[in-house]
């Protein structure tokens, strides 16, 4: 098992940046992909970036390209999701994901964190 705790998000205007990490804890000695998802009111959830253990293979979705960034230090068990230029559009809330697996990220992650708001003023 596998527990996800996300911090960082809030309120911010568009333009603005925001730092969102998620704390992992448990049997983190397992390899595995790590994943930002959002769900924006009234849509599905969507795919925003995932990335391996070794940082050797990142993925992002076209809408946050050049944008966000993720990052993880493998030392505090600890991914981040860099935000960027964030836009209305961007608002949702953001959820941390894990799978225990090398590469390439399934269709459905394993372990899930509680979500936080992300919230992008025009």
């Known amino acids: 098992q596998v527990q996800l705790v996300e911090r960082g998000g809030g309120l911010v205007q568009a333009g603005g940046s925001l730092r969102l990490s998620c704390a992992a804890s448990?049997?983190?000695?397992?390899?595995?992909?790590m994943g930002w998802f959002r769900q924006a009111p009234g849509k599905e959830g969507e795919f925003v970036a995932a990335?391996?253990?070794?940082?050797?293979?990142?993925l992002y979705a076209d809408s946050v390209k050049g944008r966000f960034t993720i990052s993880r230090d493998n030392n505090k068990d600890t991914v981040y999701l860099q935000m960027n230029d964030l836009k209305p559009e961007d608002t949702a809330v953001y959820y941390c994901a894990a799978h225990p697996a090398t590469w390439p990220p399934p269709s459905r992650f394993k372990y899930w964190g509680q979500g936080t708001q992300v919230t992008v003023s025009s």
């Open positions: 990335r391996s253990r070794t940082g050797d293979s990142l």
């Open positions: 448990g049997r983190t000695y397992i390899p595995y992909i």
